[in-house]
């Protein structure tokens, strides 16, 4: 193991090491079906869980907390080898895959160093291809591990707030994410019971009101709410986090129960979901409460296209049918995978109000089948299985005699796509003839994002994944560089900022007396930093090339003399 590393660890470290992996064996009618070693010598803590909600994405592994430090020794946690490593400038920063005999593969995220024999192979690569970022694969022969083995460092790379470990555990054969922290009870405490803080009900359109009205009611679990009446077909949903013993982190809830008067309506078990299911938290989710508000809301229905394994119901998928003039009692119960739990209880009154039915517009898409939208100068395909439930959209065609094409409004609220639809937009209007320059861009709340595209037969098209409203644009602003602390440059710590306010930085390049350097790339900071100054030459003149280039092809090519 010591050829492998540049570290030196004290006796303290492997008594330690010993400890927990001779504590596996304890208690006895637990631990010898446990797969798992902890991945490090010291008490476990988690800052996320398992299944947390996410932009478009549950949260895959658990984040065990580094003591508030980066460089701690990451150990193999089962025999196996490093199928794979990856180097992103954002999500997992440096990832080290590994493969394990007993049918699972391991995934460890954002770390500070690769064991050094990884390093030498993918530092090769880097400069070879003059490229930051990478993704190799290698075979059981290349680099074997077992367990106990140490493999990395712990760090605070790509896309993380702070020092921690993220790991998830898969299923080799299927890629299914599955919970890791099932295999760490042993070492982690948690006597805390999960919160709620509200409740949502969900009229159903056209067949269902609350209050009067078939829009959404918000109440409050923890204080003072109206008296909520309603009449027809409802849903509910429930606004709540986990909580862990040693630490003010909040969590997602792995179990929540609906009952309605004592009988279950809906249950949630977030133990476990394919690749393809990630972005059904879009469907489970309110996720109009989310893109608006920044608020997390766990729906207890389970909308039609949502074909999530984890989430059972009664045949009327968790909607409720309120028809008599009684209260309707409501309870959730709240679970943690140690047993931990808390109910919440609330009244709704049944009382006949009118219904108004639905009146569908030209532009209704149904979630069971394909759907396409035109208006003059755009067309969208959405292939079937993209939507969640059905959509009375709410359309507009918006002028303005200086744009490069209409403004289009798809709906007036925010609404998931499964994955990428095809999106056309016509350009009216060419003010410069290199098409290159033109992309599709998405307009929210006065901010504008890139959507990418590229130019065929007069349209722009691209693949979206969210109902909106989408116009072309033109980019022809190069990126931004700043050179930071050029004092220092001598040494070799060279630093500068990048950024492009259009379209993204897609690449850069920076070559220091005509040989290639790797820098470092950080996307939480827009931050370029020199990653190997000692290859550098001392004691003479410097000549340094940036080159950055955004996805519209613009390029701002600086040059430095120091």
């Known amino acids: 193991m010591n050829k492998k590393w540049n570290f030196i660890f004290n006796i303290r470290g492997l008594i330690a090491a010993a400890l927990v992996s001779t504590s596996v064996a304890l208690p006895a009618q637990e631990i010898p079906t446990n797969p798992f070693i902890s991945p490090f010598d010291f008490p476990l803590l988690l800052s996320g869980n398992f299944g947390e909600l996410r932009a478009n994405h549950f949260h895959g592994g658990v984040d065990f907390k580094t003591q508030g430090v980066v460089g701690k020794p990451i150990r193999c946690i089962a025999d196996g080898y490093i199928s794979r490593v990856t180097v ?106 999960p919160r709620a803080s509200h409740v949502m009900l969900y009229p159903q359109v056209g067949s269902g009101v609350v209050n009067g009205s078939s829009k959404k009611k918000t109440l409050s679990l923890t204080g003072q709410s109206s008296p909520v009446t309603a009449w027809g077909r409802i849903a509910v949903g429930i606004k709540a986090y986990d909580f862990m013993d040693g630490t003010s982190n909040n969590y997602g809830v792995r179990s929540v129960t609906l009952f309605v008067d004592s009988a279950e309506v809906f249950r949630s078990t977030v133990d476990g979901f394919l690749p393809n299911e990630n972005r059904m938290i879009n469907a489970w989710t309110d996720y109009e409460e989310y893109a608006t508000r920044s608020s997390w809301f766990m729906r207890s229905q389970i909308l039609p296209g949502n074909t999530w394994r984890m989430l059972q119901t009664d045949e009327e998928r968790g909607v409720v049918t309120i028809n ?74 918006m002028f303005d005699s200086t744009g490069v094409s209409f403004d289009y409004q798809l709906h007036d609220k925010p609404v998931p796509l499964h994955a990428g639809c095809q999106l056309m937009i016509g350009i009216r209007n ?91 790339f950080s996307s939480k900071n827009a931050s370029l930093t020199n990653l190997h100054p000692k290859r550098m030459k001392k004691g003479r003149k410097h000549q340094m090339e940036v080159v950055v280039t955004d996805y519209c092809g613009n390029v701002t090519k600086e040059e430095y003399q120091f």
């Open 324 to 397: 008599e003039e009684r209260p309707y009692e409501f309870r959730y119960v709240l679970e943690d995978l140690y047993g931990n739990r808390r109910s919440y209880r609330f009244t709704v009154q049944g009382k006949k109000q009118e219904i108004v039915p639905l009146r569908k517009s030209k532009h209704y898409l149904r979630w069971n089948q394909g759907n396409v939208i035109q208006q003059p100068g755009m067309e969208l395909v959405i292939p079937k299985g993209m939507l969640y439930d059905d959509v009375d959209l709410n359309t507009r065609v």
């Open 88 to 193: 992103t400038p954002g999500g997992y920063g440096q990832a080290v895959y590994i493969t394990h005999n007993n049918g699972y593969t391991s995934v460890h995220g954002h770390l500070l160093k690769f064991m050094d024999e990884v390093g030498k192979v993918v530092e090769a690569y880097q400069y070879e291809h003059e490229t930051f970022a990478v993704d190799l694969e290698f075979g059981p022969e290349k680099f074997p591990l077992k367990q106990g083995e140490i493999f990395a460092l712990a760090g605070n790379e790509g896309y993380s707030f702070g020092p921690h470990l993220h790991m998830e555990i898969r299923k080799t054969d299927t890629g299914e994410y599955i919970d890791p922290l099932q295999f760490y009870t042993h070492l982690i405490k948690d006597t805390t019971a």
């Open 430 to 520: 060419y003010p410069i003839s290199d098409m290159s320059k033109y992309y599709v861009v998405r307009k929210y709340k006065g901010r504008k994002s890139s959507a990418g595209g590229r130019f065929e037969g007069g349209y722009m098209h691209a693949q979206i994944r969210e109902l909106g409203t989408y116009s072309v644009a033109i980019d022809t602003v190069a990126p931004k560089v700043v050179p930071i602390g050029k004092p220092q440059w001598k040494s070799g710590n060279i630093q500068f900022k990048i950024w492009d306010a259009e379209t993204g930085i897609k690449d850069y390049k920076v070559y220091i007396d005509g040989e290639f350097a790797l820098f470092k």
